[in-house]
């Protein structure tokens, strides 16, 4: 069994940057795939960005790739997600997910899910 727990949303102006954390409680997180999703209000969850635990290889939706950056600290069993030059579309509820198997885009191959966290683009 794995726990997420994810930290750092808040609201943020127009153009601003926040950084996302996601604490994995896995003993082998190092082997984990992780990513983070994301679901607006009305809206179904979409992939944000992913990275593979022990390839290091990393996935970005086409909305965010040049402004946002996922890495991993395997020291720490933590995954970042860092976002630049935020849109109002990027507002929404950020979730962590992981599995064990392959890094993939799609909501359901991943296993373990965080409690997700609110990102809120404000003028």
């Known amino acids: 069994q794995v726990q997420l727990v994810e930290s750092g949303g808040g609201v943020v102006q127009i153009g601003g940057s926040m950084r996302l954390s996601c604490a994995a409680s896995?003993?082998?997180?190092?082997?984990?795939?992780l990513a983070w999703f994301r679901q607006a209000p009305g809206e179904a969850r979409e992939f944000v960005s992913g990275?593979?635990?022990?390839?290091?290889?990393?996935l970005y939706a086409d909305s965010v790739k040049g402004r946002f950056t996922i890495s991993s600290d395997n020291a720490k069993n933590t995954v970042y997600l860092q976002m630049n030059a935020l849109k109002p579309e990027d507002t929404a509820v950020y979730f962590c997910?992981?599995?064990?198997?392959?890094?993939?885009?799609?909501?359901?191959?991943?296993?373990?899910w965080g409690q997700g966290t609110q990102v809120t683009v404000s003028s």
């Open positions: 997910a992981a599995n064990r198997f392959i890094l993939t885009r799609r909501a359901e191959d991943f296993h373990y």
């Open positions: 896995a003993r082998t997180f190092s082997r984990f795939q």
């Open positions: 990275i593979g635990g022990s390839s290091g290889t990393t």
